[in-house]
């Protein structure tokens, strides 16, 4: 069974700085999508960025962009120029690309980070 | 990406009742998913609700406990029944539509029973 692995429960950045939050999978699939989510206090979850596991170049959105390491099974979360509002839990989740009907995410337990002035 | 709402936004509820939450999409969506999430944790996926059929359930959750409807493209609900402290969490809704791979949350309901 595939599962997702956050091993920081809470990180911490100074504004402006970078910050990198950790997420690792397990799967015997070849194929497949990775997520990362941003939940804010306000609770509505966002979605962040998104990996297909068939390319090989990173995905970049703005300030956030990941470092896919698809033999090691990683798919890290680098926040570059952190700002107040990067505030929130940070979930990781995967979904199998040949999922047919069962197109369900699998979750990690989050990060939460906050952001220091 | 979709717009989703749901009602109530939270609400306070009496053990033994029950409480019908709905949600609804601005576009036509393939798959609806719903979701309990207790503060401050992970996302439990409770059922997949697809158009015209009966609502996948994860397994611990029944139909008796969480019935789901799901009329149309657009909207679906969510009932959670006979409510003990036990069900207090949030509850979000989710879509993906057509071949996207992409889920899409609506803002939740937080639900509190006493």
């Known amino acids: 069974a595939q599962t997702v692995t956050q091993s920081q429960p809470e990180m911490s950045v100074q504004e402006a700085e970078t910050v990198t939050l950790s997420c690792t999978y397990d799967?015997?699939?070849?194929?497949?999508?990775l997520f990362w989510y941003k939940q804010p206090p306000s609770r509505q979850m966002i979605l962040v960025i998104r990996?297909?596991?068939?390319k090989q170049q990173n995905a970049t959105e703005n300030r956030f962009s990941v470092n896919f390491q698809k033999a090691a099974k990683s798919f890290s979360l680098k926040i570059s120029d952190s700002q107040l509002g990067d505030a929130a839990m940070y979930f990781c989740?995967?979904?199998?690309?040949?999922?047919?009907?069962?197109?369900?995410?699998?979750w990690g337990l989050g990060t939460s980070l906050a952001v220091n002035p | 990406s979709a717009v989703i709402s749901q009602k109530p936004s939270r609400d306070i509820c009496q053990r033994g009742t029950s409480l019908t939450i709905q949600c609804q999409v601005d576009?036509?969506?393939?798959?609806m998913f719903w979701y309990r999430q207790q503060p401050g944790q992970s996302l439990t996926l409770i059922a997949t609700?697809?158009?015209?059929?009966?609502?996948?359930?994860e397994s611990g959750f029944v139909i008796d406990k969480f019935p789901i409807s799901r009329p149309n493209l657009t909207f679906s609900t969510l009932t959670v029944s006979n409510m003990s402290p036990e069900d207090s969490s949030i509850y979000l809704c989710?879509?993906?539509?057509?071949?996207?791979?992409?889920?899409?949350f609506g803002p939740g309901t937080r639900l509190t029973v006493t």
């Open positions: 989740a995967y979904r199998a690309l040949n999922a047919g009907n069962n197109r369900k995410l699998i």
């Open positions: 799967t015997s699939e070849s194929d497949y999508y």
């Open positions: 990996q297909e596991a068939y």
């Open positions: 576009s036509q969506v393939t798959m």
């Open positions: 609700a697809n158009q015209g059929s009966e609502a996948t359930y």
């Open positions: 989710s879509v993906t539509s057509g071949n996207s791979y992409e889920q899409y």
